[in-house]
T-cell receptor
Framework: GENVEQHPSTLSVQEGDSAVIKCTYS??????FPWYKQELGKRPQLIID???NVGEKKDQRIAVTLNKTAKHFSLHITETQPEDSAVYFC???????????WGAGTKLIIKP | ETGVTQTPRHLVMGMTNKKSLKCEQH?????MYWYKQSAKKPLELMFV???????ENNSVPSRFSPECPNSSHLFLHLHTLQPEDSALYLC?????????????FGPGTRLTVT
């Protein structure tokens, strides 16, 4: 079946440095790619998303890039802060049944 | 209360018990979802409802039985569960299930099957 692979599973960066999380999807017809953040003990929340008609989208310190040819997309966080510590999930919307296929998550640790 | 709410927040049940999880959304959305979240695994979509009609059932065992009486309420009825069913069960809603739109999650029910 269709799947989304997410790497790394854990990422530890120094406060102030940048963090990059990468996802690869299998359904070439996918056209919507959201990123969700889940803080410890809290619900997942959308932080940014991108559709297939654009290659990059930014929102302050967060950006997402999409390479449809290679079928991968990435989350970039610059100037990381302690509150960025969380688990981040990527997902891809399957064109056949409109279901989101999720990555396994990346635990981001910001070291002070 | 605003957003998506779930009750109970924690549930411990034996394998022979019957219990129900409740989800309510106050966002006027048309689509509601049940997800299972296990540690270090992708979110697993269990059921999707759109305008009270079930649109997806991802090969979920029959010991999980969903119910959607209206667009604002979603239940997950549980019976004869197995220990491997222990997980966080998340409810979510979105304006529409067919489009790539933000899903709003509830806080989840932490289920432990003993």
């Amino acid at each position: 079946g269709e799947n989304v692979e997410q790497h790394p599973s854990t990422l530890s960066v120094q406060e102030g440095d940048s963090a990059v999380i990468k996802c690869t999807y299998s359904d070439s017809a996918s056209n919507y790619f959201p990123w969700y953040k889940q803080e410890l003990g809290k619900r997942p929340q959308l932080i940014i998303d991108i559709r297939s008609n654009v290659g990059e989208k930014k929102d302050q310190r967060i950006a997402v890039t999409l390479n449809k040819t290679a079928k991968h997309f990435s989350l970039h966080i610059t100037e990381t802060q302690p509150e960025d510590s969380a688990v981040y999930f990527c997902a891809a919307l399957m064109d056949s049944n409109y279901q989101l296929i999720w990555g396994a998550g990346t635990k981001l640790i910001i070291k002070p | 209360e605003t957003g998506v709410t779930q009750t109970p927040r924690h549930l411990v049940m034996g394998m022979t018990n019957k219990k129900s999880l409740k989800c309510e959304q106050h966002l006027g959305h048309n689509a509601m979802y049940w997800y299972k979240q296990s540690a270090k695994k992708p979110l697993e979509l269990m059921f999707v409802y759109n305008f009270k009609e079930q649109t997806e059932n991802n090969s979920v065992p029959s010991r999980f039985s969903p119910e959607c009486p209206n667009s604002s309420h979603l239940f997950l009825h549980l019976h004869t569960l197995q220990p491997e069913d222990s997980a966080l069960y998340l409810c979510a809603s979105s304006p529409s299930w067919r489009e790539g739109l933000e899903q709003y999650f509830g806080p989840g029910t932490r289920l432990t099957v003993t």
